[in-house]
C-alpha cells in the first residue's frame, strides 16, 4: 500500500449551514487539494440539524431508545457528507462520501456516548489512491453487532483527529466560525487575545472546563499520538491557534466561567448508601463532579444541567427527596497557576463579597472556583486583572 501525506480537514455544523457556506467549505478544501497527497474531510450535520432530530424525537417519546437515536442523529452528517461531495463533482473534483461505518470507524457499544477502539482505514487509501477527495460523516462509527454509534455532541472534533491519527497525520485543520482559541469568551469578555499556541494539557483543562472550543476527547487523541490540531476559521484567513505538544509556561491562558452546571443535593436513607447513588449515576451514562458526603444520609455533586431531569427521574423512582440549586464553575486556566499565590489571592479578593464561594479544587494548570452569583463582571474584571494587565 502506497504511503501518502495525508491532510486532515474537519467543518462544523456553523460552517456547512446551508449551500452558500457549502460553497465556501469547497472552496476551502480546493485550496488545499496542491498541498498534500490526499484530502480527507470530515463534516458536522448542517446547523441546527441535530437540535431539530432531537426535538422531533421528544415529541415521539420522553425517553426514546438510545440505539434509536443513534440511527436517527447520524443521518444529518451523511446529508452533509453527500451533499458536499456532489458539489465538489459538480465543480471537476472527484469526491466520494463515507459514512463511519464504511471508513472504518470501530467503537463499542456505549449509545450516545460511544468512544473509537480501532480505525480500519483501507477503504479511505484506496479512495485516495484513485484520486478522489474522501468526505467522511462526522460523530459516528460501527459497534460489533454493526449498530450505528455516536460519539456525543462535539464527537466530529474526535472522528477527525482520530481519522488523523490513523492516517499518520502529523496535523488536523478544526475549521469552525471562529479564528481559534481565545482568552475568554469573546461574548462575554472584552478585549480577548487569541491564543497562537497552547499545549495539549492546558487545552484539555479548557475543555474540561466546559468551553465549547474542541471536543474532549479529541484532545486526548492529539497528545497520545502526537499529531496536532490547528483551529481555524473557515470564513477568516489566517493562522489560527494550535494545540500540540511543547513546554508549557507559567502564565494565565484563559478564563472559563461555565454557567450550564448545578449543584445537587440528595437526602439518602438507610437502604441506600451513596457508593450505590454513584453506580446509580454511572448506570445512566451521567458523569457527576465533586461527589462527596456531607453529613449524615446526605451526599452532593456537581451536574451538567443539561442532565438534571434525568438525574431527577432516578431520584424520584427511588422516593428520594433532592435539592437543586444554580451554580457556576470558574475556571483559571494555565500551566503552573497553582505554584503563584498571587493568581489565587487576586480569584479570592475579585471574589470577596460579590460571589458565595462553595469549593475551590487546585490543578496543576487550573485553579477551579465553584461559587453563586459569578456574574459577567466578575470575569471581565478577572481577565483584566490576569491576562490583559
Not at 461574548?187 to 495539549?200: L, N
Not at 486526548?220 to 481555524?232: L, M, N, T, V, Y
Not at 472559563?256 to 436513607?269: F, I, W
Not at 437543586?324 to 489571592?345: A, N, R, W
Request: glycine share 6%.
Amino acid at each position: 500500500m502506497t504511503v501518502m501525506k495525508t491532510m486532515v480537514m474537519k467543518f462544523g455544523g456553523s460552517s456547512v449551514a446551508d449551500d452558500t457556506k457549502l460553497n465556501l467549505v469547497a472552496q476551502r478544501i480546493i485550496e488545499n487539494k496542491d498541498k498534500a497527497d490526499g484530502i480527507v474531510v470530515v463534516v458536522s450535520a448542517q446547523g441546527k440539524t441535530t437540535n431539530n432530530l432531537i426535538s422531533e424525537s421528544e415529541s415521539l417519546s420522553a425517553t426514546p431508545s438510545k440505539r434509536e437515536m443513534d440511527m436517527l442523529l447520524s443521518v444529518g452528517e451523511q446529508i452533509t457528507a453527500s451533499k458536499l461531495s456532489i458539489l465538489l463533482n459538480e465543480k471537476g473534483y472527484e469526491a466520494i462520501s463515507l459514512t463511519g461505518w464504511q471508513a472504518g470507524i470501530k467503537t463499542n457499544s456505549v449509545y450516545e456516548s460511544a468512544k473509537i477502539e480501532t480505525i480500519y482505514p483501507e477503504r479511505i487509501y484506496k479512495e485516495l489512491e484513485q484520486g478522489k477527495i474522501v468526505i467522511v460523516t462526522g460523530f459516528q462509527g460501527i459497534n460489533d453487532i454493526g449498530d450505528i454509534t455516536t460519539l456525543g455532541r462535539g464527537g466530529s472534533d474526535t472522528t477527525a483527529v482520530a481519522l488523523a491519527a490513523a492516517l499518520e497525520a502529523d496535523e488536523c485543520f478544526i475549521y469552525s466560525d471562529v479564528d481559534g482559541i481565545y482568552s475568554a469568551d469573546p461574548h462575554v469578555v472584552d478585549g480577548v487575545k487569541k491564543i497562537d499556541e497552547i499545549s495539549f494539557g492546558e487545552m484539555q483543562e479548557i475543555s474540561d472546563a466546559g468551553a465549547k472550543v474542541l471536543h474532549d476527547r479529541s484532545i486526548q487523541i492529539g497528545e497520545r499520538f502526537d499529531c496536532s490540531i490547528i483551529a481555524k476559521s473557515t470564513f477568516v484567513d489566517g493562522e489560527g491557534s494550535r494545540v500540540c505538544k511543547k513546554i508549557e509556561t507559567s502564565e494565565v491562558k484563559s478564563i472559563v466561567n461555565n454557567t450550564k452546571v448545578a449543584l445537587v443535593e440528595v437526602n439518602t436513607n438507610s437502604n441506600i448508601n451513596n457508593i450505590e447513588i454513584y453506580k446509580d449515576l454511572l448506570a445512566n451514562n451521567i458523569i457527576v463532579n465533586n461527589y462527596k458526603n456531607i453529613k449524615d444520609n446526605k451526599v452532593s455533586f456537581i451536574a451538567l444541567s443539561s442532565d438534571i431531569n434525568r438525574i431527577q427521574k432516578i431520584f424520584e423512582e427511588k422516593n428520594l427527596e433532592i435539592i437543586i440549586e444554580e451554580i457556576s464553575k470558574l475556571s483559571v486556566i494555565g500551566y503552573g497557576v497553582i505554584q503563584d499565590s498571587i493568581t489565587l489571592e487576586t480569584i479570592l479578593e475579585t471574589l470577596n463579597n460579590r460571589a458565595e464561594v462553595l469549593d475551590i479544587n487546585l490543578g496543576q494548570s487550573r485553579i477551579e472556583i465553584v461559587a453563586k452569583n459569578i456574574d459577567d463582571s466578575i470575569v471581565n474584571e478577572l481577565h483584566q486583572k490576569l491576562i490583559t494587565a
